[in-house]
Each structure stands twice: as structure tokens, then as C-alpha cells.
């Protein structure tokens, strides 16, 4: 197969080297979006000035840095948020689709079904643990050395 590829002409291998990972790309977005369309479809999209959500993120960090965080959120969701329910958007940051909530069914969904998806440790703990105690909520799933020790 990969002599078959360099029997090709420069221009050929390069138009290969092109266009296959594009291809890719295209492919894996299409099936991205299908399988949102089919879990019912996007949250409003914060949209962005720069290419990879450059913006949002200059922002989001210099509203944490000016301990302002709240304030962002809340013009986060007021401004890009369905003017029926706010709370929750979506935006791509970096190559990645970041989904914001505060919406209390939303968080209620994820505690109730998907809490283990979300790993919690020792900075999560730090932060929260003024808020959040020693509980489940701060400390995650059990750890494998914490059965270990009990077995």
C-alpha cells in the first residue's frame, strides 16, 4: 500500500496529504453534529469574534482574575441564553464544545445521572470545600486506594 502511495507524482501525494485529513475532519464534524441533532439539538451558541473562541476565553480569564466570575456568567447567559430559559449556551473554545448550565434542571439531571463523569480532586475540594464540605459532592466517587485500604 505505501509503495503504491510514493509510485504516485509529487502533486498527487500532496493533494493526498491534503485533502484525506480534511476529509477526516469533515467526516467526524458531520457525525458530531448528527448525534447532537439526534440528543435534541444545540443549546444557544455563545458566538466569537476570533477563530477558537480566543475571545471567550481572554475574557472568561480576565473576569476571574478581576474576581468577577459572576458577572461573567450572568452577562454569559442574559446575553447569548434563549430569552425563555437563559441558563444554559454553548461555545467552542480551543477545538473543544464547552456547555455552560445554571440551569437548576439541568444540574439536577447530571447529579442525579451522570455525577461520576465528572472527576473531582484535591484543587476541585480546595476550592469548593467552603461551600461543599467534606461531602460526596466535593470529595467524588470513592477512590481505588480508599477500597484498597478496606479490603
Given at each position: ?32 453534529e448528527?448525534?447532537i ?29 478581576a ?18 430559559n ?9 477545538t ?8 437548576p ?12 463523569d ?19 459532592y ?14
Open positions: 500500500m505505501a509503495s503504491m502511495f510514493f509510485n504516485l507524482s509529487w502533486t498527487s501525494q500532496a493533494a493526498i496529504c491534503v485533502l484525506l485529513p480534511v476529509a477526516v475532519y469533515v467526516f467526524l464534524l458531520v457525525r458530531s448528527l448525534k441533532r439526534r440528543l435534541g439539538g444545540h443549546a444557544p451558541v455563545r458566538r466569537t469574534r476570533l477563530p477558537f473562541g480566543i475571545d471567550y476565553i481572554r475574557d472568561l480569564v480576565k473576569y476571574a482574575e474576581d468577577m466570575s459572576l458577572e461573567f456568567w450572568d452577562k454569559n447567559f442574559r446575553q447569548f441564553g434563549n430569552s425563555n437563559p441558563y444554559t449556551t454553548e461555545v467552542t473554545a480551543g473543544m464544545r464547552v456547555i455552560t448550565t445554571a440551569d434542571e439541568n444540574i439536577k439531571a447530571i447529579l442525579a445521572t451522570q455525577f461520576n465528572f472527576g473531582k480532586g484535591d484543587h476541585f475540594n480546595k476550592v469548593w470545600h467552603e461551600f461543599l464540605g467534606d461531602s460526596e466535593s470529595v467524588g466517587p470513592i477512590h481505588d486506594n480508599y477500597t484498597d485500604e478496606r479490603n
